[in-house]
Nanobody, 122 residues
Framework: QLQASGGGLVQAGGSLRLSCAAS????????MGWFRQAPGKDREFVAA????????AHAESVKGRSTISRDNAKKMVYLQMNSLKPEDTAVYYC?????????????????WGQGTQVTVSS
């Protein structure tokens, strides 16, 4: 089970840290990802991290402004987002996939959280 939190309303240029809490004993064997869905648009990849945290990937749209990280002891995944833009407004979802590697495709993920709303005002 995945529980995303940390969303909210922020002004353009501001920062947010999204958190995803996972339950289960095998969290450290799952690759994790963040996706987002803006109104009227398809869900898109934002960032992913492998099971050790040693390898990450970020979408071009957020590269340089966001950082994904994880704490396996706490069973948490984070997405630090800086220099937020109005186009970052979306519902953000965390997702998990069994296996060690990174995946950027939505269909690669087996488990999804409920989403947290991020709204960036101009």
């Amino acid at each position: 089970q995945l529980q995303a939190s940390g969303g909210g309303l922020v002004q353009a240029g501001g920062s947010l840290r999204l958190s995803c809490a996972a339950s289960g004993r095998t969290f450290s064997t799952y690759g994790m990802g963040w996706f987002r869905q803006a109104p009227g648009k398809d869900r898109e990849f934002v960032a992913a991290i492998n099971w050790t945290g040693g390898s990450t990937a970020h979408a071009e749209s957020v590269k340089g402004r966001s950082t994904i990280s994880r704490d396996n002891a706490k069973k948490m995944v984070y997405l630090q987002m800086n220099s937020l833009k109005p186009e970052d407004t979306a519902v953000y979802y965390c997702a998990a996939r069994s296996g060690p590697s990174i995946a950027t495709r939505e269909t690669s993920y087996e488990y999804w959280g409920q989403g947290t709303q991020v709204t960036v005002s101009s």
